[in-house]
């Protein structure tokens, strides 16, 4: 990202392994749930987009996810997106979708900048029997 255009990565986690527990579907999850696990995830986000702090930002991205946001590509977004480094801290959840593994939260994003709304998008799956994202995006 910056927050502004990350790809949905696929987790590369086999489904099931005979020495791990059964694998977890956040599908499954209640809308409470999820919201209780993207929420501090989409606020961390807009913090470390703002600050322009990398390796914060990524913590928490699957290992594709994490691997295909070098440190160039995402420090260019960061120096060249006005909109990236002003994010509002407030933002509005509006839904949640759920497919296959993952599951897309979508909240209404602000600038402190720029005026207008924007449609972010925060998509969250298990891997290695973590919570990570996958895909985070704002339009």
Known sequence: MSLVDLPQMRSTTPVSSSHREPRVNIIEKTDEEIRAIAEPLWRDLVKHSNEGKYGEFVKNFSSSMALAMDQVTVGHQFANSELARNLSKEFEYLGI???????????????????????????????????????????
């Open 97 to 139: 979708i759920r497919r296959g593994e993952h599951v897309t939260v979508l909240y209404r994003q602000r600038s402190t900048k720029k005026a207008g709304e924007w449609l972010a998008r925060l998509v969250l799956g298990y891997e290695d029997g973590k919570v990570r994202i996958f895909g985070a995006s704002i339009f």
